[in-house]
Nanobody, 121 residues
């Protein structure tokens, strides 16, 4: 079983920065794309950023130029550096990963438990 363990959320003032981390642990053969979504109560979960195992990235227009996604393949860990945070970035941030739990298995989508990011003065 693959678990995604997130850390790094919290309360920050507008204009501040936070760094989220998400480590894939457990029985893992390989990890493909990883990324982050976020969700505000009452709204659908929305894409924030994704990164392939080869390092290709994709960002939501709302975070381009402010957020940077990166990963350490050796550690099966993805990071989200969030700068110039705004009140509208407040949400629960969820890590996701496409991974093969074992050699010969099917690729599966896994989700983290979510970490709260609150941007407020």
């Amino acid at each position: 079983q693959v678990q995604l363990v997130e850390s790094g959320g919290g309360l920050v003032q507008p204009g501040g920065a936070l760094r989220l981390s998400c480590a894939a642990a457990g029985s893992i053969f390989s990890v493909n794309a990883m990324g982050w979504y976020r969700q505000v109560p009452g709204n659908q979960r929305e894409l924030v950023a994704t990164i392939t195992s080869g390092g290709n990235t994709n960002y939501a227009d709302s975070v381009k130029g402010r957020f940077t996604i990166s990963r350490d393949n050796a550690k099966n860990t993805v990071y989200l550096q969030m700068n110039s945070l705004k009140a509208e970035d407040t949400a629960v941030y969820y890590c996701h990963a496409f991974a093969f739990p074992a050699r010969g298995s099917s690729q599966r989508l896994y989700w983290g438990q979510g970490t709260q990011v609150t941007v407020s003065s």
